[in-house]
């Protein structure tokens, strides 16, 4: 299945040891924005195959479950 039939799903993914840690980090900041925080910015970064897209898509899971209105959108486009 390719990443754009995945967005459309809540799939979960099974994440390795840093990319947990990268989506408890991001989860834990928008809850800290949700209680009142400031907004915060967060780079995940990684070469091709690192999982970047996969937290993002373990993070939309989440957050929906949590009640959040979530969108995904990934990559630049190229123009031609």
Not at 12 to 17: I, S
Not at 23 to 46: L, N, P, T
Request: hydrophobic share 40%; glycine share 12%.
């Amino acid at each position: 299945m390719n990443l754009a039939a995945r967005m459309g799903t809540l799939e979960f993914f099974q994440l390795l040891d840093e990319q947990e840690v990268a989506h408890q980090e991001v989860h834990e900041a928008v809850r800290r924005v949700r209680d009142g925080g400031m907004k915060e910015v967060i780079i995940v970064r990684g070469g091709p195959g690192s999982g970047k897209s996969a937290i993002a898509l373990e993070l939309r899971r989440t957050l929906a479950l949590e009640g959040w209105d979530v969108v995904h959108a990934s990559g630049p486009r190229r123009s031609r």
